[in-house]
């Protein structure tokens, strides 16, 4: 098995990228464990990786349509999945409504974030990297849910309301013409 063959699925960068993939999986048992001390470090650990694969993809010309897609996937899982129910289950919701609310506003935040990744990958060639993001990437609509977390778990924000509010926003940003330089 050669690990720098673009066209060996499982070259060097996207044994990376299923190693993100497999720590965002992680990440949601320890969110259902209610450890989510585990599960945020994973999930740094994860944001790593996802950087990782793109500098190894580019500097051993692993790039091509196959590890695209594949980086999209461990997005969706790491950065999507995975901060929504972090969120969700972070938020102590006191009534049926509570629960509903955050139900219908953690789907559309996962929903947003799909479309986002399916749209980027629409418009995206294998190796190349855009001057811009047009619409917050998913890795910063999960730093931004992750923020959210922790101003809630600190009782900084306490108003549930508030909170699913901004995941509210933060999902329309995902889509939205929105331009953030890529680094």
């Given at each position: 098995?050669?690990?720098?063959?673009?066209?060996?699925?499982?070259?060097?960068?996207?044994?990376?990228?299923?190693?993100n993939?497999?720590?965002?999986?992680?990440?949601?048992?320890?969110?259902?464990?209610?450890?989510?001390?585990?599960?945020?470090?994973?999930?740094?650990?994860?944001?790593?990786?996802?950087i990782?694969?793109?500098?190894?993809?580019?500097?051993?010309?692993?790039?091509?349509?196959?590890?695209?897609?594949?980086?999209?996937?461990?997005?969706?899982?790491?950065?999507?999945?995975?901060?929504?129910?972090?969120?969700?289950?972070?938020?102590?919701?006191?009534?049926?409504?509570?629960?509903?609310l955050?139900?219908?506003?953690?789907?559309?935040?996962?929903?947003?974030g799909?479309?986002?990744?399916?749209?980027?990958?629409?418009?995206?060639?294998?190796?190349?990297?855009?001057?811009?993001?047009?619409?917050?990437?998913?890795?910063?609509?999960?730093?931004?849910?992750?923020?959210?977390?922790?101003?809630?778990?600190?009782?900084?924000?306490?108003?549930?309301?508030?909170?699913?509010?901004?995941?509210?926003?933060?999902?329309?940003?995902?889509?939205?013409?929105?331009?953030?330089?890529?680094?």
């Amino acid at each position: 098995m050669n690990l720098y063959d673009k066209d060996n699925r499982f070259n060097l960068a996207n044994i990376v990228t299923f190693a993100n993939i497999s720590l965002g999986v992680i990440a949601i048992y320890f969110i259902q464990k209610n450890n989510f001390t585990a599960a945020i470090i994973l999930a740094w650990i994860a944001g790593a990786l996802d950087i990782a694969d793109g500098k190894i993809a580019r500097r051993f010309n692993l790039s091509c349509e196959f590890g695209v897609q594949l980086d999209s996937f461990a997005d969706f899982v790491s950065f999507v999945l995975m901060p929504a129910f972090l969120l969700f289950y972070a938020l102590k919701k006191s009534n049926e409504f509570e629960l509903l609310l955050g139900g219908v506003v953690f789907i559309f935040y996962i929903i947003s974030g799909l479309r986002r990744l399916i749209e980027f990958n629409l418009k995206s060639e294998a190796g190349s990297v855009a001057k811009y993001f047009e619409g917050i990437p998913t890795p910063l609509g999960a730093i931004l849910l992750w923020v959210l977390y922790l101003l809630y778990s600190y009782e900084i924000v306490s108003n549930i309301y508030f909170i699913l509010l901004l995941v509210v926003l933060i999902a329309y940003l995902l889509n939205s013409k929105v331009k953030i330089p890529h680094p």
